[in-house]
């Protein structure tokens, strides 16, 4: 058994919500707030002392702190230029291009990875955890979007390095849900009738499900987890048998999702705006407001057949609207498109018909929305399962997943899929298949290599993800520069080069110079992630930070402390105003004074610090003064009494 | 040769075959060698025959790929955890190649000693015309807007590969140690063809 200490929690790091699960006896279970809420918004809000607010915290104080409040960095996540040029219109802090394109945000002026900002909320993740497990956290299963690009997992695995967590294991988040469903399916049809389900809203569970169509049973039943997030949409089409769960394939789209769901009503608004006012709604403020506001509204549009929008321009008067859900859908029709086509795409290449596929898992806020279920329905010609709870499934089944390291579910096995094809630039700019999208992982490709001029001593390789013929056209996953080629004439040395993704489905890469065995040397130059180094660099500081963090902490704790005393030392000053001398009480409002005014102006923890204990030493006379006063009044109205 | 056994706990209940292969050597790690080289067949425990059943293949697999998956082995050390991903790696490679009916059939030309689609890139002179015109065809229906045409020859070339698929396996049945040369070659044929029936039905999608 896994000693205490070693427990593994599973996460989810959504886009726009991030849970914490674990699991014992009873089975997986959420880690909830005092609400009962186990969602933690994913956004941290940056305040100039150096504070942060993470989770409900900062999205309440969202529109007061527009351009220090973080929110959906999932979308920037290993990511480049072109890209984030899509989504800066939408973000209301500020995003800057980095080192080797590598996508950055400002934070009170200092630039922040999007890997340094997912592992704030990590490290939140991980306290809550540790707060409800009573022990130290250190391990962690983390899910991605099934169609994560290798750049975009290697950043998601740095953020858990930086949050000074061990990332057991990165797996897709619709292949976590399908683990948790087939364990729910699964208990189900073992436990008596009147056992609940162990995961899942139950409330919205109207009929028990047939024990015929278990799913880890003898018989295998093909199932698709549809899976529309917060900022990514994916599918995957699985076999379930007897506690096996085997991915076919999968298809998606890593900036799709219900951001952009929201962004269909910013859009509508600020172009209306546009046209009755004149004026361009974009500064920081209105357009988290509107961010949020739009996000209300798609979540009414899910229950109520219209929604009204009410926005203060300022100057420029206030904007009011209602907007429709049939109006809402129009707009939304050609995003849901795109995920019907995903699932085509999944389907063809799993070489199914949707008829075959005998359930339909939803997993994901979106999934709420009427119009997305009927269009699933209508697609796949079968109601869409939507008893388990959308926004808890993925990190329930990371949970599992970390037992089933921990080797607590020897019963259990995923065996999942890479998403994307794997290749290498080959001559004239061409894209060389390696490995297969769909492709079982672990998987491996081995390449032959040799250099093209005398004594050549460093090959490079262009690695691609993708599925475009031009290399181009492909995600390129950075340079691998093999060195220590001993010197040979041109064309002599054959370097084996062997891509390995491994079960995180991220590319592990090694070479060996075949005539004279020696293993060569690789260097990687990530296109959009960051170095070995820099993860290691980063690390390091963050303890730093915790440190700024924790001064900061302190200051603020100083800083109430000394209004606490004031106010305090002032009210016993009122008290013994007549019989205090007078110039003890000038020279205590004095110091009162000095103490509010440095407690403003000083940013200084030390400094604060000592002003306190000096104030409270110049206060003692006055505090035995009040005291023997005290006691001498008690004293009399004891006698009075007796 | 004196072989140190490594003992992986990678016996398997259901499968008999790994478990009689011989198993890693702390040297060698000659697990490794036998699974990457193995004949696939023979890896499964199977006939080497074009006629598996593929609920056979996918018992033995799912068999196997439990027991070497690097779930498994999160807390083993570095070496063995490298001697497993590349095990995995390997069976699946092997699962992926034996399921699939085209990758099956290049396997067996491959291993009976057949020229590989590098070596030899021949199709049928007819096929290629034919080919030919149907991209025109295509193109044509396409560039009307014609989708009902379209449409209406895909089940057309679908049963063009299917017909090619039949004369696969019957070729396959008849590769022996002793078949004829013109076996290994007019396989080697039809199996270039697939790959034109595939990209004019990716043409369509």
């Not at chain 1, 040397?521 to 690390?539: C, F, M, W, Y």
């Not at chain 2, 057309?156 to 070729?171: F, M, P, Q, V």
Request: with cysteine.
């Amino acid at each position: 058994m896994t000693p205490p200490s070693d427990i593994i929690v599973g996460i989810d790091l959504g886009t726009t919500f991030s849970l914490v699960a674990w699991c014992d006896e009873r089975g997986p279970q959420v880690v909830r707030d005092e609400n009962g809420d186990g969602r933690v918004p994913s956004v941290i809000g940056f305040s100039p002392d150096g504070s942060l607010k993470i989770g409900w915290d900062a999205r309440n104080h969202a529109v007061e702190n527009p351009e220090h409040t973080v929110y959906s960095v999932k979308r920037l996540m290993g990511i480049g230029a072109d890209v984030l040029a899509r989504e800066l219109p939408y973000l209301s802090y500020h995003v800057i291009s980095g080192q080797r394109d590598q996508v950055v945000i400002e934070v009170n002026g200092r630039p922040v990875t999007p890997q340094e900002i997912s592992a704030i909320i990590l490290r939140e993740l991980k306290a809550r955890a540790e707060r409800q497990l009573g022990r130290e956290i250190r391990k962690a299963v983390i899910t991605v979007p099934a169609y994560f690009d290798d750049s975009q997992r290697q950043a998601t695995r740095d953020a858990g390095q930086i949050a000074g967590l061990e990332v057991v294991r990165i797996i897709n988040e619709p292949t976590a849900a399908a683990l948790a469903y087939g364990i729910g399916q699964r208990a189900a049809t073992t436990a008596p009738k009147s056992t609940a389900l162990p995961i899942g809203d139950k409330s919205k569970c109207t009929a028990p499900q047939p024990v015929s169509e278990d799913a880890t049973g003898a018989e295998p039943s093909t199932i698709a987890v549809y899976d529309l997030g917060g900022g990514t949409f994916d599918v995957t089409v699985l076999r379930l048998h007897d506690g096996v769960f085997e991915a076919i394939s999968t298809h998606g789209d890593t900036h799709l999702g219900g951001d952009d769901f929201d962004r269909v009503i910013m859009d509508l608004v600020q172009r209306e705006v546009r046209e009755k006012t004149g004026i361009d709604i974009m500064t920081p403020a209105t357009r988290q407001a509107l961010r949020l506001l739009s996000e209300q509204v798609k979540i009414r549009l899910s229950t109520n057949n219209d929604a009204r929008i009410e926005l203060d321009l300022g100057n420029s008067g206030k904007y009011e609207r209602t907007v429709t859900r049939s109006e809402f859908e129009s707009l939304i029709a050609p995003l849901i498109d795109r995920t019907i086509d995903a699932c085509r795409r999944a389907l063809a290449d799993a070489a199914l018909d949707p008829a075959a596929i005998q359930r339909i898992v939803m997993v994901g806020g979106c999934t709420r929305i009427p119009l997305v279920r009927s269009r699933v329905a209508e697609f796949f010609k079968t109601t869409p399962y939507t008893a388990l709870n959308p926004d808890e499934v993925v990190a329930l089944g990371a949970a599992v997943q970390a037992q089933i390291l921990a080797g607590g579910r020897r019963d259990l096995q995923l065996l999942d899929v890479t998403p994307l094809s794997l290749g290498i630039e080959t001559m004239g700019g061409a894209m060389g298949k390696l490995i297969m999208r769909n492709a079982r992982i672990p998987c491996e490709a081995r390449e032959m290599f040799t250099t093209f001029m005398d004594g050549q001593a460093n090959v490079k390789i262009n690695v691609l993800q993708g599925e475009r013929e031009l290399a181009a056209d492909c995600r390129s996953l950075g340079e691998f520069a093999l060195g220590g080629i001993p010197p040979m004439p041109a064309g002599i040395p054959k370097i084996e080069v062997a891509f390995l993704i491994d079960a995180n489905g991220i590319l592990n890469v090694s070479a060996r110079e075949q005539r004279s065995g020696r293993e060569a040397s690789i260097q990687v130059v990530p296109a959009h992630g960051l170095t070995r180094d820099e993860v290691r660099k980063i690390e390091l500081d963050s303890v730093r930070f915790a440190r700024q963090d924790m001064d900061a902490h302190r200051l603020i704790d100083l800083r109430n402390q000394i209004e606490f005393d004031a106010h305090k030392t002032e009210q016993v000053l009122a008290r013994v105003a007549e019989t205090l001398p007078r110039e003890e009480r000038i020279a205590i409002e004095e110091s009162i004074r000095v103490l509010r005014k440095l407690s403003q102006t000083s940013g200084d923890p030390e400094k604060l610090h000592q002003a306190l204990e000096q104030f409270g030493k110049s206060t003692l006379h006055l505090a035995e003064f009040a005291i023997t006063r005290s006691l001498q009044e008690a004293q009399a109205t004891t006698k009075g009494q007796v | 040769m004196n072989t140190t056994l490594r003992s992986f706990p990678i016996k398997c209940a259901t499968c008999e075959s790994l478990a009689q292969a011989p198993v890693a050597c702390a040297e060698c790690h000659s697990l490794l060698e036998h699974v990457s080289g193995a004949d696939y067949f023979e890896l499964f425990g199977l006939e080497r025959s074009f006629d598996i059943a593929p609920a056979d293949i996918q018992r033995k697999f799912l068999a196997i790929a439990r027991n070497i998956h690097p779930d498994a082995f999160v807390s083993a050390d570095a070496a063995t955890q490298s001697v497993v991903l590349h095990l995995s790696s390997a069976v699946n490679k092997a699962y992926e190649t034996l399921r699939d009916p085209v990758r099956r059939a290049e396997y067996i030309l491959e291993v009976s000693g057949g020229k590989s689609a590098a070596d030899d890139k021949r199709v049928a002179p007819e096929l290629l015309a034919e080919v030919m015109m149907l991209r025109e065809e295509i193109e044509e229906l396409r560039a009307g807007g014609n989708t009902a045409a379209i449409a209406a020859i895909r089940p057309d070339i679908a049963r063009k590969k299917d017909a090619t698929l039949h004369k696969i396996a019957d070729l396959c049945r008849r590769i022996t140690a002793d078949a004829d040369a013109s076996v290994h070659d007019d396989l080697r044929l039809q199996l270039n063809s697939i790959k034109y029936f595939d990209n004019l039905l990716a043409q369509l999608a």
